[in-house]
């Protein structure tokens, strides 16, 4: 039998790969979620001897089952991430009660710099997606270390903050959350920027449809939503949101949809600030960041947005002192 070729979609063997550096609670959680999009094949590492390669076999057998054909690779060897499309770093340690995302600084600049350095070898093309807190420092410290452009590196939060915010405003209005859509800008912290004005149901701004100290005390739980979650599990934070939403930001690249997405993305002057990764909208496409929304903010907004701005400087000054002291070692 002779298959059919076609003009549009010329024969080709590029085996679309995502590498995900750190196998743990995020990582592993986020290998399922890629692998059973069917979006591509998969490479998980961890310095743990034994945790991603049980983690892949365990998915990889989970595939005839839930009906995809994605290869997963689990290793401890970064060569064999070589030539990835996208790579996730989740490598870090998260926060247990009582921790500010800040406080991972000395522990996580480290091995996000080792991580990047790695991966950048292996793969100079690949998108890189951040994942590890405190996030928005982290993405900088990345892209500190590994010079590509700007555009190439992320970090994922906004899409996490604002489907809890989604979540949380559903629940509230007994709605069903797919017609809910909310955005939440600035630092992935306690001082982020939920938008009650561009958050609506079907279209509806949610200032139409709840009072305002409603509306503060949804912010406030969304701006806690992270450590809500620390202080239930105790030994760790969230995963499976947190998986979804880089799910959602690994798919809009690799298909090149151009989704809108909260993203910890460069700015060049976009909302008045300069060399600094923020989360802010981004168009997400095959490039990467493909382009910045410039919403319009109220004086308040802008100033929360600064203020977001203000604590993520303080803390990569703080993880440029880690670094430069662990160097000297
Ligand atoms: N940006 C966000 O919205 C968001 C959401 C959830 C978690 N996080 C962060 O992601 C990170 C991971 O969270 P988790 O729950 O998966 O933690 P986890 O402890 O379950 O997993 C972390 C993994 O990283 C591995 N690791 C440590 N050092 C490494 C290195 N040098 N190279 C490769 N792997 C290494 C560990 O062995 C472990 O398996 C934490 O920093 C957490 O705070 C961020
Ligand atoms: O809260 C944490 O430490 C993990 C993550 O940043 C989250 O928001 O769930």
Known sequence: MQMASSMFFPPSCHPTQVSIIGAGKVGGTLAQRIAE???AHVVLLDVVEGLPQGVALDLMQAGSVEGHDRKILGTNDYADTAGS???VITAGRPRTPGMNRNDLIETNAPIVARAVTNVIASSPNAVIIIVTNPLDVMTYIAWQVSQIEPFRIMGMAGVLD????QAFIATELNVSVVDVNATVMGSHGDLMVPLPRYS????IPITELMDAETINRLIARTRNGGAEIVGLLKTGGAYYAPA???????ESILLNRRRLLPTSAYLKGEYGMKDIFLGVPCWLGCRGVEGVLELNLTDNEREALNSCAQSVREGIEKADAVLAATAAV
């Open 162 to 165: 604002s489907a809890r915010f």
């Open 200 to 203: 609506t149901v079907n279209g």
């Open 37 to 39: 999009s069917n979006v």
């Open 244 to 250: 979804s939403s880089v799910r959602t930001m690994v």
């Open 85 to 87: 499309d996208i790579v």
